[in-house]
């Protein structure tokens, strides 16, 4: 997956080569990016993973400081209300699980090009049962600390806890279909790998357990309107 990062970094760089024009303003905006994520783990012998469409997406608000005067480089900040979703069968059942952020996202663009870093919030946790279109709590395996020896107990409560702080690089693209004067719409587009582990690890306490904590890579495409100021 890294590989895939480093490609469409390297291929958006060079057609961003080629179209470079004159530089935008300083700029803020509004997006709003559907997210389809990928859970990337070892799954347990009965469960079964798939790609998942988030249903609600990002939404937020970006600002764009230009950093020349003759290219179209700039510094950007994007600010974030994210969804990632992992759906997955067990049992028979099917079972989406969502994970929200406060995403803050620092970056910069190259033209249509665009690199930075989400650093997310943990703000929300759902597991639902599709199945029988119930919203469950979910277990988590944890040491018992008062007892002697050691032994592993399931804790249940609120997953949002449990999350790990997200840390995401991300590489896209935003291209301008309309503007004026110095205001534009955009179409995005970006790809992101999540570095951390969805859980603490502590909530995975043996080696065994912690091939099953996820990370996730995810896609997201959608529309962007930057006012120029």
């Known amino acids: 997956m890294k590989h895939i990062l480093l490609f469409c970094l390297i291929g958006i760089l060079t057609v961003s080569e080629l179209y470079a024009e004159d530089p935008y303003p300083f700029s803020i905006g509004l997006s709003?990016?559907?997210?389809m994520s990928i859970y990337n783990a070892t799954s347990p012998a009965d469960e079964t993973h798939g790609m998942a469409f988030s249903g609600v997406p990002d939404i937020g608000i970006s600002i764009y400081v230009p950093a020349s005067r003759r290219e179209r480089v700039g510094i950007t900040m994007d600010i974030a209300y994210a969804t990632y979703k992992n759906s997955y069968t067990k049992s028979s059942a099917d079972f989406a699980r969502t994970f929200n952020y406060l995403t803050?996202?620092?970056?910069?663009?190259?033209?249509?090009f665009t690199v930075g870093i989400a650093v997310g919030l943990p703000i929300g946790y759902q597991r639902k049962n599709v199945t029988s279109g119930?919203?469950?709590?979910?277990?988590?395996?944890?040491?018992?600390?008062?007892?002697?020896?050691?032994?592993?107990i399931t804790k249940y409560g609120n997953g949002k806890d449990n999350m790990s702080l997200l840390i995401e690089p991300r590489v896209g693209i935003s291209y301008p279909v309309m503007s004026n004067n110095g205001s534009r719409l955009n179409v995005n587009a970006n790809i992101g790998l999540?570095?951390?582990?969805?859980?603490?690890?502590?909530?995975?306490?043996t080696t065994n357990l912690q091939q099953f904590n996820a990370s996730m890579m995810s896609f997201a495409l959608g529309v962007q309107y930057m006012f120029g100021l």
């Open 194 to 205: 999540m570095m951390n582990n969805l859980y603490k690890d502590e909530y995975y306490p």
């Open 134 to 152: 119930a919203v469950e709590e979910e277990g988590w395996p944890v040491i018992d600390p008062g007892s002697d020896p050691p032994v592993k």
């Open 104 to 112: 803050i996202t620092p970056g910069l663009s190259y033209s249509f």
């Open 32 to 35: 709003a990016m559907p997210r």
